[in-house]
């Protein structure tokens, strides 16, 4: 964001820091004037995370630092709290209806990014992930998300006296709460709310209104009630001041009813309001196959040799046995959102074919075990393994040569990317991200109906692309020269913020109100 002259001359502008030269006087006074996002989040994956969402809180805030004064909120998961024995409190928040008082605690990344942590063993610090464990959710998660909630509203109300947020960025339903605290407290605050996927709404029984202090008053269609349990995302759509989702397609197939679960009608009064956007999520600057340490080799654009030593390395890795025929992989959640149900009814078409097949994920305990019996039923040709690592998903993209994702929806997605930059063509159903990323024919191939007959079809096209050594490579080629940076996406939110906080003159005079 550039601000106009006439508002850093403005009578209400902050004086000329004294202290050290002019230039740097001059400099720490352009740093007073960024506007300062608070990026609120359940996950990151510097410390813990269980999908997209880690990688992009991560990710993004970084790629705005440049324009912005950005700080993440995480809660105080013992992963964080143990990397950070020693944490400095900037405030105290005072317990509200159920949910217990607890400290902010502020820490930096090794890159200098601003951290606050919210301190509360009783709701944080457990085994498993930030949502549950081993497969069941926490039964106190309203608390836990509520209380994140209700510390980002409380940033924007200035608990910490050195920073104050000018406006909120939120991520899915366990921080959507927080504009609707805001409205509740007479605060103006901005916010913006992004959804990774509509389909994880924090649905709770209404009578936890009074445990996490939502009046009663809100317990209405325009408000947090969603067929008559209490909805977080709800609460973030009705009360925020913008949304945003992870890709244009996905952005418009949430206004309608199949793909909008419940919320489509809300959704299609925040589109006709101009409030609702879809900004493409990017990836990494570390997913690059001339650099990645993960790899067994690595290797450029047109060195397949180097390639086909990843596809050696994960053969070995995953109890294949030597194969002139074509690599398919599976990196992903097993759950049927994935449509891996379609991909396991086509698997022995595959094996049929002459092609292999390597799975990493972990989910719904009927798709693990469905694969591990394919693999028992198929040795030497699938290979499974339940669980992730990291090295073995770098080395699947690096050495596959066709990436399976027939996901029934798919709200941006970051392995298809990532296999492109690796020279594995992504095979997908056309939705969301994957419509938006993968361009059919050319860096991938894309299939309409989300049924076997359609998977199977890209499949068949996948097989025809590989017996022919130029197409192949020339369809390899094209993906690896795909950028996915974050630059793009940054752009994108920062044209918003711009939208929702106004210019420089704007901020400063909300600034001085506060």
Known sequence: MTFPASARSASHAPALPSGGSPREAVERLRGSLKPRILYATPEMADFIKTGGLGEVAASLPRALRQHYDVRILIPGYRQVVDRYPEITVVAHLAGSAEMPPCDLGLIETGDGLPVYVILCAALYERDGSPYGDQGVDFPDNDLRFGRLSLAAAEIAQGVDPEWRADLLHLNDWQTALAPAYLAWRGLRTPSVLTIHNLAYQGLFAWENLGRLGVPESAFQIDGVEFYGKLSFLKAGLFYASHVTTVSETYAHEITTPEFGCGLDGLLRTRAHQGRLAGILNGIDESWDPRTDPHLATRFEPDDWKGKRANADAVRTRFGLGVSRGPLFAIVSRLVHQKGVDLTLAAAESIVAEGGQLVVTGQGEPRFEAAFLDLARRHPGAVGVRVGFEETDAHRMFAGSDFLLMPSRFEPCGLAQMYAQRFGSLPIAHRTGGLADTVEDGVTGFLFGEASLKGLSGAIRRAFDTFASKRRLGAMRRSAMARE???????????????????????????????
């Not at 630059?487 to 506060?514: F, W």
Request: proline share 0%; no cysteine; charged share 15%.
């Open 484 to 514: 996915f940076g974050w630059n793009q996406a940054a752009d994108g939110y920062s044209s918003l913020y711009t939208r929702v906080v106004g210019n420089g003159a704007d901020l400063m005079r909300a600034r001085a109100a506060a």
